[in-house]
């Protein structure tokens, strides 16, 4: 559980075209005075378009020149497709890979090359627009990630989120170990995580959630409002029931 300073947000670039056809989601004003919601968002695949764990790593080896990481890498995708070891295996395994050992701010100066070069490409066109929309509308602001510590705050930062909940890396003496604190925060511990960072057993009023994968439903389902976000699209949770947050309608 982690909670960044107040920082701007960080605009993106100008839509590609394929983007800035589609329509763009609309937070309608509250309906009560003074009153503020809490909306909550997975990462990957919501407020991004590509997988930001293996990016960041990627990219990392490349620029420090981790050879011998890159070359690791298939045969543990390979192991963890073909179910011989578990996500969380995984996760530590690739980050023990390629950080350990590595100071502290070296992984902070790639974190920020990160947000500055990879980000702004790779920003959501549905996802996006919906955290601006609640940020306009003066929502509370949870990014809720199975991503790692590494860096997955300082993105929070760079999209203007001062609250985090991620899946925990140790330390040790200034560097990180990859072994992973608590658990992954995926599916029924991504709930419970959030639940012990908001303090409660009910969803709050006026919660929204949004969410592209099967680990995020239990989030979604929790929620007032729950939503899975599309390529091209958002879909409520429950098609039949009235979601007060909706696409615009476009001519």
């Known amino acids: 559980m982690l909670t960044n300073p107040p ?20 937070v309608p004003s509250s309906d009560a005075p003074g009153s503020r919601g809490i909306a909550i968002f997975d990462l990957d695949g919501t407020l991004t378009t590509r997988d930001s764990f293996l990016a960041f790593l990627l990219t990392f080896g490349r620029r420090h020149r981790r050879y011998a990481s890159l070359m690791r890498t298939p045969p543990r995708l390979a192991s963890y497709l073909a179910r ?9 395994a690739l980050i023990r890979d390629y950080l350990a050992g590595c100071d502290a701010e070296q992984v902070a100066e790639h974190a920020g090359w990160f947000c500055d070069c990879w980000l702004p490409r790779f920003l959501h066109p549905i996802g996006f627009p919906l955290l601006e929309a609640h940020r306009a509308r003066g929502d509370r602001l949870v990014l809720l ?6 860096f997955v705050p300082r993105i929070a ?16 003496a200034g560097r990180w170990t990859g072994t992973i604190v608590g658990g992954n925060c995926k599916g029924g ?30 989030v979604l389902e929790w929620v007032e409002h729950g939503a899975w976000i599309r390529r091209r699209k958002m879909c409520p949770l429950q098609s039949t029931t009235r979601f007060p947050v909706r696409p615009k309608e476009t001519a």
Do not use: W
């Not at 011989?84 to 530590?92: A, F, G, S, V, Y």
């Not at 419970?192 to 239990?218: I, K, M, N, T, W």
């Open 157 to 172: 930062a760079a999209l203007g989120i001062a609250e985090v909940v991620c899946t925990t890396i140790a330390t040790d």
């Open 7 to 26: 920082a701007p947000p960080m605009r993106p670039p100008e839509p590609r075209q394929d983007a800035a056809s589609q329509p763009r989601p609309q």
């Open 145 to 150: 990630s199975a991503g790692p510590s590494v």
């Open 84 to 92: 011989r070891i578990r996500d969380e295996q995984l996760k530590e």
């Open 189 to 218: 511990r991504k709930l419970e995580r959030l639940q012990a960072h908001l303090r409660v057993s009910h969803p709050p009023p006026q919660s929204f959630a949004y969410g592209d994968s099967r680990s995020d439903r239990f």
